[in-house]
């Protein structure tokens, strides 16, 4: 089982990247899939969660109204559009899957991790 990410950058203040995460060895379509954060000196922490389905989601409260996660399943492909970056956004931005509940996910209880992609937002 592979999750690869790919979409981090170096970024200004206000940008809109789009991050992806493919899975590999995996159904997304059996697996809640979200995105967890890491920045320096700090804990991880979840950003965003959705569903087996795609019909529930979750986003931290830092994030709320600034990004969007979305499913689709026939590339089984999972991604966060963000918009309104800011500097308290840098971080190693992490893929997770969880089999077992959506719930579990937003707890952070992962089955599957990705390697990581860097987003850098610089003002």
């Known amino acids: 089982v592979q999750l690869q990410e790919s979409g981090g950058a170096l970024v200004q203040t206000g940008e809109s990247p789009r991050l992806s995460c493919t899975g590999s060895?995996?159904?997304?379509?059996?697996?809640?899939v979200g995105w967890f954060r890491q920045a320096p000196g700090k804990e991880r922490e979840g950003v965003s969660c959705?569903?087996?389905?795609?019909?529930?989601?979750f986003y931290a409260d830092s994030v709320k109204g600034r990004f969007t996660i979305s499913k689709d399943r026939a590339e089984n492909t999972v991604y966060l559009q963000m918009s309104s970056l800011k500097p308290e956004d840098t971080a190693m931005y992490y893929c997770?899957?969880?089999?077992?509940?959506?719930?579990?996910?937003?707890?952070?209880?992962?089955?599957?991790w990705g390697s990581g992609t860097q987003v850098t937002v610089s003002s």
């Open positions: 997770a899957a969880t089999r077992s509940s959506f719930t579990d996910l937003v707890a952070g209880k992962v089955d599957y």
């Open positions: 959705i569903s087996f389905a795609g019909a529930r989601t």
């Open positions: 060895g995996l159904a997304f379509g059996d697996y809640s």
